[in-house]
């Protein structure tokens, strides 16, 4: 079955830390993935997407055909970048259902 | 706001009831996703439909049903419930269908069971 695995639960960085939340799928293709960002009391939101190829917010995610990954990346971290980080990617079968990953909660401390 | 909407926001029911959760997509959206958050879990999809029509289904149990109306708000109905289907229930919307579609998504409903 189709998956996507986000490894850690909870990431601790201190301000100014590079931060990776990773994340790895299990599918044979060319997935369109993308990152949804919730900050508290907000929406679930979208972050970035594999197709578009830019940075936001200083975030960038790099697709790892090889290791089936896209680990997202921020070389320094903020303290307003503490929020829920979900993977999230189309099934292979039908590119209307998606499949989410169970979030990773990054806290950055001053 | 031109958001997504949902409500109710927060519905605290008994065992075996019937509860009605709404949404209204965007304006312009025609596709609106529902999705389960239980406890500690991430998003699971339960469905999916497109200017009307019901294009995906996940695994929505039997007693959850779903339509789109023909002024595209979507109504998710939970019948018969039980404790565990205690969850967040969010509903997105997207300007079409497809993997490659940015979701938008809706403050949630927050769904006791008790």
């Known amino acids: 079955a189709q998956r996507v695995t986000q490894p850690e639960k909870l990431l601790s960085v201190f301000k100014g830390a590079p931060v990776e939340l990773k994340c790895n799928y299990s599918y044979s293709g060319s997935p369109e993935l993308f990152w949804y960002v919730q900050y508290s009391r907000q929406r679930l939101q979208l972050l970035l997407r594999h197709i578009s190829r830019e940075s936001i917010k200083g975030f960038t995610a790099d697709l790892n055909k090889g290791e089936t990954s896209f680990h997202l990346k921020k070389p320094f971290a903020q303290e307003e970048d503490s929020a829920m980080y979900y993977c999230?990617?189309?099934?292979?079968?039908?590119?209307?259902?998606?499949?989410f990953g169970s979030g990773t909660k990054l806290n950055v401390k001053p | 706001d031109s958001g997504v909407t949902q409500t109710p926001k927060h519905l605290i029911t008994a065992t075996g009831q019937r509860v009605t959760l709404r949404c209204s997509p965007r304006s312009g959206d025609l596709s609106v996703y529902w999705y389960q958050q239980s406890l500690d879990q991430g998003l699971q999809f339960l469905i999916q439909?497109?200017?009307?029509?019901?294009?995906a289904k996940g695994n929505i149990l039997e007693r959850f049903s779903a339509q789109q109306f023909p002024d595209l708000h979507s109504e998710l109905n939970l019948s018969s419930l039980e404790l565990g289907d205690s969850a967040l229930y969010f509903c997105?919307?997207?300007?079409?269908?497809?993997?490659?579609?940015?979701?938008?998504f809706g403050p949630g409903t927050r769904l006791l069971v008790l």
């Open positions: 997105a919307s997207s300007v079409s269908e497809g993997g490659g579609e940015t979701q938008y």
């Open positions: 439909y497109y200017n009307g029509e019901e294009r």
């Open positions: 999230a990617l189309p099934s292979l079968y039908n590119f209307n259902k998606f499949y």
